[in-house]
């Protein structure tokens, strides 16, 4: 395990001007234009300095929340802060996301800078490569954690920051933001979003979909489990996309003892399940971070091509209406080109281009109409 480094004296950092304004720069990009940020930014230093003396005096108040629903990749329930709690929490990852990405292993790659599903997908390509050339079949291990945002479990998670954070306003902060007084964020076990009426949801478990702070701590929770199968059960190739998990295993017994280990984990330390997605088949062909990975091509899934089209018909509409800067939209494509140079799928470079090609038409005769 990693040596016991911690935070001291980290909430004074947090608070500072020059750390408020840099959180605020952040907060406000591809997004400046939104009336709320106009409104901020026109008394900026007076705003900064109510968010200080209010995190100073412990008096902030995070939210009211604003809830939507999207069905992309599945039903979820995204929950949005107002801008002013959406500067602290930038504030919160500037302190604390470098501090813990330093002692994550290599083979974390959600939200975290040079990472990515392409590099998942690339590393296990590699050990699929490698797996080649060894005698017997190899086994991938898949686990998918049951609904895990939705039960992320608050005692566990503060208990786990505690560990290292050793400033006690900067964790009654994070107590704040995670045990929010005014806002349910859980499901009971094996419970969906669409499964349950408002009552229903939990105060004591989940995190908001959405949020910035969300990612961090999700992060930081299951750095347990990379720990834990690492240094505990020595597992060599193991990658981790947040919550979607892919081992690596010289046998079927040897990935059936992972799987057993990993799920007594999982339940008593971090009070967590996994769900029917979780299997053990031959490692020949996998799905993985929206690839399907074997050890000669990275080719987009089905599901992934969809939703891509999806998305970027809805980009180009909003780009061509005049509803988004090129500089989000080129961000945006460039997203999709990662994803899809590296693929054989030549339809959908041609499929995009049309989409492009239709919604910049369609854009011209509507101005024209006009």
């Not at 952040?26 to 106009?38: F, L, P, V």
């Not at 797996?131 to 005692?155: C, M, N, T």
């Not at 053990?280 to 399907?292: K, L, N, Q, S, T």
Request: aromatic share 10%; with cysteine; proline share 3%.
């Amino acid at each position: 395990m990693n040596e016991k480094q911690v935070l001291q004296n980290s909430f004074s950092n947090l608070i500072a001007f020059p750390r408020l304004e840099k959180a605020n720069r952040n907060a406000k990009k591809q997004k400046r234009y939104r009336d709320e940020i106009i409104k901020f930014n026109n008394d900026l230093d007076a705003n900064l300095l109510q968010i200080r003396d209010d995190l100073e005096n412990e008096c902030f108040k995070f939210g009211p929340y604003r809830k939507h629903w999207v069905n992309v990749p599945k039903r979820r329930l995204v929950m949005a802060l107002p801008y002013a709690s959406r500067i602290v929490q930038w504030a919160i990852y500037l302190e604390l996301n470098p501090f813990y990405d330093r002692m994550m292993i290599e083979d974390s790659y959600a939200c975290r800078k040079g990472k990515g599903s392409l590099a998942a997908a690339k590393r296990l390509q590699y050990w699929l490569q490698q797996a080649e050339s060894k005698p017997g079949k190899q086994y991938v291990l898949k686990l998918d954690i049951s609904k895990y945002f939705y039960r992320v479990d608050h005692a566990v998670l503060l208990d786990i920051l505690g560990e290292r954070v050793k400033d006690p306003k900067l964790m009654r902060l994070l107590d704040n933001i995670i045990n929010c007084d005014s806002e349910r964020f859980g499901l009971p076990r094996f419970m969906g979003p669409e499964d349950v009426e408002d009552e229903d949801w939990l105060f004591d478990r989940g995190m908001p979909i959405g949020n910035l702070t969300s990612q961090l701590f999700a992060n930081i929770y299951l750095d347990q489990l990379d720990q834990f199968c690492k240094h505990i059960l020595h597992i060599h190739r193991y990658a981790r996309y947040m919550d979607d998990v892919v081992i690596l295993a010289d046998s079927k017994e040897q990935a059936n003892e992972y799987l057993e280990q990993i799920t007594r984990f999982l339940a008593d330390r971090l009070h967590l399940d996994l769900n029917r997605k979780t299997c053990i088949r031959p490692a020949d062909r996998v799905e993985f971070v929206g690839y399907i990975v074997t050890a000669r091509e990275l080719r987009l899934r089905k599901a992934t091509v969809r939703r891509i089209k999806g998305a970027f018909r809805g980009i180009c509409k909003l780009y061509f209406s005049g509803e988004m800067s090129k500089e989000a939209f080129d961000r945006r494509v460039a997203s999709y080109s990662g994803m899809i140079e590296h693929c054989p799928n030549e339809k959908i470079k041609v499929r995009l281009n049309e989409i492009y090609l239709h919604a910049k038409t369609a854009a011209q005769e509507e101005r024209r109409a006009a």
